[in-house]
């Protein structure tokens, strides 16, 4: 399974956006990249998951390099609401649910 | 469509008690995976199984845990004469197929257990 690593955490103001990015170097040809959102005393909750260049969708945006070592995960104009833990995976489609989560990145959004 | 359930949401044990924690699944998802969270720590995985079926046990201590998933009613992780080290939250998650298209998995609130 690639090891991710990522940063303990990050601070942010309202409105700011917010990128983290996620190491993962010995990725796998057939690895997705996908990230969840955990808020305290909540069980993790989906966002995003790419294979490679960008993906978009309502809440986040994932920007993965030509050699996918690497990943970064932008939150736009985030909200003090965005405050939680979020956590970047890496694995088969076939086995995500074995995926061991790493402590994650604890981001927390200021007024 | 009702989410993820778990039961219950707190649960305080003695020492040496039986805890039991409960999982139904979203409605049309056969896949249940169990992970323990301990505080300040990710997830980590303990046991995935289909209906009436363990498939994948791999994190589950080898004593005192067990799980099971039976035909009709929910995913029991069961956790035979608890120590102070199992206070923890415990997830479920279920997803309709292995490797849901997505890749998400869907997570209940989670079932936080204290051990006196």
């Known amino acids: 399974l690639a090891k991710t690593t990522q940063p303990i955490s990050m601070d942010s103001y309202e409105g700011q956006e917010v990128n983290i990015t996620c190491s993962h170097n010995n990725i796998a040809t057939n690895d997705y990249i996908t990230w969840y959102q955990q808020f305290p005393s909540q069980g993790p909750r989906f966002i995003i998951q790419?294979?490679?260049t960008k993906v978009t969708n309502e809440v986040a945006s994932l920007f993965i390099p030509a050699d996918r070592k690497s990943s970064t995960l932008s939150l736009p104009r985030v909200s003090l609401s965005d405050t939680a833990v979020y956590y970047c995976?890496?694995?088969?489609?076939?086995?995500?649910?074995?995926?061991?989560f790493g402590a994650g990145t604890q981001v927390v959004v200021t007024p | 469509n009702a989410g993820v359930m778990q039961n219950p949401r707190h649960l305080v044990r003695r020492r040496g008690q039986e805890a039991r924690l409960r999982c139904s699944p979203m409605?049309?998802?056969?896949?249940v995976y169990w992970y323990r969270q301990l505080p300040e720590e990710g997830l980590k995985f303990m046991v995935y199984l289909q209906k009436e079926n363990i498939i994948d046990e791999s994190g589950m201590p080898k004593e005192r845990f067990s799980a099971e998933f039976p035909k009709e009613g929910p995913s029991i992780l069961r956790i035979q004469q608890v120590v102070r080290g199992d206070s923890a939250a415990y997830f479920c998650?279920?997803?309709?197929?292995?490797?849901?298209?997505?890749?998400?998995?869907?997570f209940g609130e989670g079932s936080r257990l204290t051990v006196l």
């Open positions: 998650a279920s997803s309709p197929r292995q490797g849901a298209d997505t890749g998400e998995l869907f």
């Open positions: 995976l890496v694995g088969l489609t076939d086995s995500w649910g074995k995926l061991q």
């Open positions: 790419g294979y490679k």
């Open positions: 409605k049309g998802h056969s896949h």
